[in-house]
């Protein structure tokens, strides 16, 4: 067992901590186990609290440009009250519970290059230390995984993946920033849409699906977006033709166009924003910039394979350099 050392407000000489997650990936909503491994350092300190915070890279636009940063979204106590004598080794299992909208990493083991993270904090003598961050992996829920499947099978590609800093308006997101996975239009579709933009918002009574379908713009006419908002019962994709379904509505965004062609009231970066339900009613908008990444490889029934030129161990390599480059930043007094 190798201890990653605290070296920060704790000093030379503090207790030393290593977090192991259990094997395989978690899903939204559900529990992340695992054991925080203590080592006492040179003499007794009073463990006022060991905290894990979940913590994801997410995208913002400010007036300088497009930036990056890690955001938290959970925080829970894991333990604390206690005294680790110099020298001694101590475990401490945790039982946690996800978030319900907690991004998904991976699909059929192919990462999306979402970077998430567990970082665990020791609170000692009013000192707080930020000593460990362990890299999250989260696969879908089954309904998510059955709409991915019913997109690959109407001939959508996998293009990118990432989460973005702000709100879709008209849902019930709770976290504050949200997953967007970014999809090629199906050979049926593209002669209509450049681009159908998909959030998956899990709650404890289902999902909510938001597709935003980047319309192309005609000879005399600019393209526009159109955001259309489904929801589904976590149990109730079983039976279903999701590739029928989904088909029904893409081409109800299709259709939205001619009711909907005029540029959005609220402004931003998308040209028209609404969410439908399929009778024709718009609610709302989503807020926040929208910037793609380059990913590693596809999603299973939406392309396998590499797609966006780099392959799951370099994104892994890049998750270990931008976690050890924020923890260097606080190493020296900056918080995140």
């Not at 605290?6 to 192991?20: E, H, K």
């Not at 959970?74 to 996800?98: C, K, M």
């Not at 402004?267 to 990444?293: K, L, N, V």
């Amino acid at each position: 067992m190798v201890f990653k050392k605290l070296l920060g407000s704790l000093g030379v000489g503090a207790p030393t901590v290593d977090t192991v997650l259990s094997g395989g990936a978690a899903v939204p909503g559900g529990s992340l186990t695992g054991q925080v491994h203590l080592k006492g350092g040179s003499a007794d300190f009073t463990i006022e609290a060991v905290t894990l915070e979940l913590v994801a890279r997410v995208e913002a636009e400010r007036e300088e440009g497009e930036t990056e940063g890690m955001a938290a979204f959970g925080r829970f106590t894991v333990s604390g009250g206690f005294v680790l004598t110099g020298g001694t080794e101590l475990s401490i299992p945790f039982d946690i519970a996800l978030p319900w909208e907690t991004p998904v990493t991976e699909l059929y083991g192919q990462d999306l290059g979402i970077v998430l993270g567990v970082r665990t904090e020791l609170a000692v003598a009013g000192a707080r230390d930020k000593g460990d961050l362990d890299r999250l992996a989260v696969a879908p829920l089954p309904a998510q995984e059955a709409v991915l499947e019913a997109l690959g099978q109407l001939g959508f590609g996998f293009r990118s993946a990432d989460l973005e800093l702000g709100h879709i308006r008209g849902t019930g997101q709770q976290l504050p920033f949200y997953q967007e996975i970014e999809l090629t239009p199906a050979p049926q579709y593209a002669h209509e849409v450049n681009e159908v933009e998909l959030t998956f918002l899990a709650g404890p009574g289902g999902l909510e699906i938001v597709l935003e379908a980047d319309r192309r713009g005609g000879l005399f006419s600019e393209g526009h977006d159109v955001l259309g908002r489904f929801t589904v019962g976590h149990d109730d994709y079983r039976g279903r033709d999701w590739a029928a379904e989904i088909d029904s509505w893409i081409r109800s965004l299709s259709a939205a166009r001619s009711a909907y062609g005029t540029p959005s009231a609220y402004g931003g970066h998308h040209g028209h924003e609404g969410h439908f339900h399929g009778d024709g009613h718009a609610e709302g908008h989503r807020s926040g910039p929208g910037m793609g990444t380059v990913v590693a490889a596809g999603a299973a029934g939406l392309a396998v394979g590499v797609v966006g030129g780099m392959v799951a161990a370099e994104v892994i390599d890049e998750v270990g350099d931008f976690f050890e480059g924020d923890e260097e930043d606080e190493d020296g007094g900056e918080e995140a």
